[in-house]
């Protein structure tokens, strides 16, 4: 029952041959423009910014979707022309459209601007610094309504805000 040295040699060769190796991959260095490109992301300013731009185009369209579904006109207003009609529709369409667009817009500035903030201060990228930056916005969107409106607000929104960023982390 002795056994070769061969056959102990191809036996041991054959399980190490078994496991794959992963493939060793070059390093890639990211060139001066992708450097510059991140540079100008990571300040705030800008990033705030872009989102308010994005927010208020964002709700610009959503004002203009939910505003189609909107009817109140009154009896008065249908009796005119056809005509008159449709430009009465038109502007209060726009209203409503301009009025999402600058809501929208304050809501992505200042949820991008507060969690670009306190990210840069903590030097930590947490669920925390949504939970700041959700209170901040939400404290300012609903602030005309007084402290205790800008309070619930600053909770619904903030309380909003980890509900997304826990959905969108268990996704990526």
């Known amino acids: 029952m002795s056994s070769s040295p061969d056959s102990e040699s191809k036996s041991s060769s054959s399980s190490t041959e078994d496991a794959p190796k992963p ?3 070059p390093i890639h260095l990211p060139t001066l423009e992708e450097i510059r490109g991140q540079d100008i992301w990571n300040n705030c300013a800008v990033r705030s910014v872009v989102s308010g731009v994005m927010g208020g185009g964002m709700g610009l369209a959503f004002g203009m979707f939910l505003a189609s579904f909107d ?7 249908v009796t005119g022309k056809v005509r008159q009609q ?19 817009a ?24 949504t939970v700041v930056a959700g209170c901040a ?10 402290p205790k409106a800008a309070c619930v607000g600053c909770a ?12 969108l982390e268990s996704h990526t």
């Open 137 to 146: 916005t939400g404290g300012a969107i609903s602030a005309r309504g007084g």
């Open 23 to 25: 493939p060793i991959e």
């Open 71 to 77: 009817n109140p006109t009154t009896q008065e207003e």
């Open 106 to 129: 304050l809501m992505g500035f200042v949820f991008s601007l507060s969690e670009c903030i306190v990210e840069k201060a903590r030097a930590k990228h947490d669920i925390t610094n």
């Open 86 to 104: 449709i430009i009465q529709q038109a502007k209060k369409m726009g209203q409503k459209s301009w009025s999402s667009c600058k809501s929208f």
């Open 156 to 167: 619904g929104f903030a309380a909003f805000s980890v509900v997304i960023e826990k959905f």
